[in-house]
């Protein structure tokens, strides 16, 4: 099994033994037919945000839908941690043999999914070997084979989530066409990412609630004694 290591900006490195894996090539007869699979894949990603509970099924699932509208060599989703201020790795789905570090952590400050995640912008390259922003990540990218990649900003209306990577072992600009599609998925799986936080909320106000109840009692105890 090919070892894959792993760099803090949220995206996979393949050792250098291992093969450069060109994805298989998408094709389409007509920008009608490519506007009509764009649109079916927004219906599956849908799907199977309804489906899975579960990020780790979800992005697996994702990636296979994806692959027939955008040809990608990894897939990845990091999250700002706000009681740590780091970004974590939560998920990793490529089709290359690979231990998954996810957990892994790396600082706001100095990697492009921090910048993604403060700034809200898209961080593109398409091509590591003319890329002059982040020096460290990008030597240590090519040195590793890796040659284009883009990370998108997770965010809905409520919160700044994190960042949503997919990048590519070849020499092949990522299109305007597929950042405006992936950028669809991303606010679909922001969505999907903010279920579970939305749902913990009543608990958490119930909890403290109930702890400003007792802390009241307690301190009006106290005062009566």
Do not use: C, Y
């Amino acid at each position: 099994m090919s070892r894959l290591a792993f760099a803090d900006a949220g995206v996979i490195l393949p050792s250098m033994a291992d093969p450069v894996i060109s994805p298989p090539e998408v094709t389409f007869t007509s920008p009608l037919e490519h506007s009509r699979r764009q649109l079916e894949a927004l219906l599956e990603v849908s799907e199977a945000i309804a489906q899975q509970r579960d990020l780790p099924a979800l992005f697996h699932d994702l990636a296979g839908r994806l692959h027939s509208v955008v040809d990608f060599d990894f897939l990845t989703l990091v999250l700002h941690d706000a009681s740590r201020n780091v970004m974590r790795l939560h998920v990793l789905e490529t089709r290359i043999p690979s231990e998954k570090p996810t957990g892994s952590e790396s600082p706001v400050e100095g990697n492009p999914s921090g910048w993604v995640w403060q700034t809200q912008q898209t961080f593109v390259v398409s091509d590591t070997e003319e890329e002059e922003r982040f020096p460290d990540f990008l030597k240590r990218f090519r040195e590793h084979n890796v040659r284009s990649l883009a990370i998108l900003p997770l965010t809905t209306a409520q919160h700044r989530l994190g960042a949503m990577g997919f990048g590519r072992l070849v020499p092949q600009r990522i299109t305007d066409t597929e950042l405006q599609f992936m950028e669809r998925v991303a606010s679909q799986v922001a969505v999907a990412v903010e279920m579970p936080l939305i749902s913990r909320l009543p608990r958490l106000i119930n909890r403290n609630s109930h702890a400003s109840a007792t802390a009241s009692k307690f301190f009006s105890n106290s005062t009566m004694s």
